[in-house]
């Protein structure tokens, strides 16, 4: 038997990086990083998916530049819907599935409990309003998809909000954060690994296969705020030896209003997983488990002297 061949966009990317290891066991592997391709050029992502027919998309390429996203409505909507659009049409003339990555974004975090995916979305922001364009363009197409929701995404390559706290509290005294903003840290590796799960179970499981198709939430369990987060990597630093000025006490909470930013945030960007984790049997992790990982991953060079 043929392995099914899985096409990845955005392999260079925080959650595209794990993938290109998640995904190994299931086929035939075909990274391809922003610069083979790019979701803006609509007609070369056509061309891709005629020459390579893959039996599974997945999508882990977008417009991620959530302010910039203002000033760049046009471009947001091209990557965020268009292309999302494009693979869906794909999908749905060819059978294949779609695994695409959605956002928090598109609430607008007034709930006072987790979202669910039966919530009515409603954006406050461009970034916000073209990641929902593309689930509604995928969910229209009839393709066979796995639409997964995730919030306050980090991993230990590139980038992110931890390693951020950890420079800044080996610089200073004291910091100010956020802590009128509640989600769940989830790691790119907790993503990835929860996405090849779903996959094999699909290709393991014909009953599964046809009824699993559509949208789920996908973060790690429990929820804290940025202040909070912010503490809690501070005191994982200094449990495991790092050097830094900064305790956890010293990190002061402060509100989102004092830090006026182009796109508004939701409050609340708690998601309810509980049909992922029914629907698919799996148990997702707490978020201080994977950050605590990250903490422990951290090189040498990025480690606070």
């Known amino acids: 038997m043929t392995p ?18 998640s ?18 050029d609509l007609t070369g992502l056509k061309a891709l998916l005629d020459r ?5 998309v997945v999508n882990a390429a977008a417009y991620t530049a959530v302010d910039k996203a203002e000033t760049e409505p046009e471009l947001a909507q091209r990557i965020n819907a268009d292309a999302p659009q494009g693979l869906a049409d794909y999908a749905a003339r060819t059978g294949a599935w779609l695994v695409h990555y959605s956002t928090d974004y598109v609430f607008d975090g007034t709930k006072p409990a987790p979202y669910t995916e ?30 997964l929701r995730t919030s306050w995404v980090f991993a230990a390559r590139g980038g992110n909000f931890a390693k951020t706290m950890l420079r800044l509290a080996a610089e200073r005294d004291s910091l100010r954060v956020v802590a009128d903003q509640i989600g769940a ?44 987060y912010a503490q809690f990597v501070i005191h994982q630093a200094l449990e495991r030896g790092l050097v830094l000025r900064c ?44 950050v605590q990982r990250l903490i422990d991953e951290l090189p040498n060079h990025e480690r606070p002297l």
């Open 4 to 21: 099914p061949r899985l096409l990845l966009l955005g392999a260079d990317g925080q959650v595209g990086w794990e993938l290109r290891r």
């Open 23 to 40: 995904l190994l066991p299931l086929g035939t592997v075909l990274p391809m990083t922003r610069a083979q391709a790019d979701l803006s």
């Open 52 to 56: 390579e027919r893959p039996d599974v």
């Open 118 to 147: 039966s919530d009515a979305p409603k954006p406050q922001s461009v970034y916000g309003r073209s990641k929902l364009a593309g689930e509604q363009a995928i969910a229209a197409s009839g393709c066979r998809h796995l639409m």
């Open 185 to 228: 840290p989830t790691s790119a590796e907790l993503i990835a690994d929860t996405t090849a799960l779903m996959l094999h179970r699909l290709q393991s499981d014909a009953a599964l296969a046809q009824r699993a198709s559509g949208l789920y939430h996908l973060t790690a369990q429990g929820s804290t705020s940025w202040h909070g």
């Open 247 to 290: 305790a956890p006490g010293a990190v002061q909470p402060t509100a989102t209003a004092d830090y006026p930013l182009p796109a508004p945030r939701p409050a609340n960007s708690r998601l309810d997983c509980g049909k992922l984790q029914s629907t698919f049997g799996l148990t997702l992790p707490p978020w201080p488990i994977q």
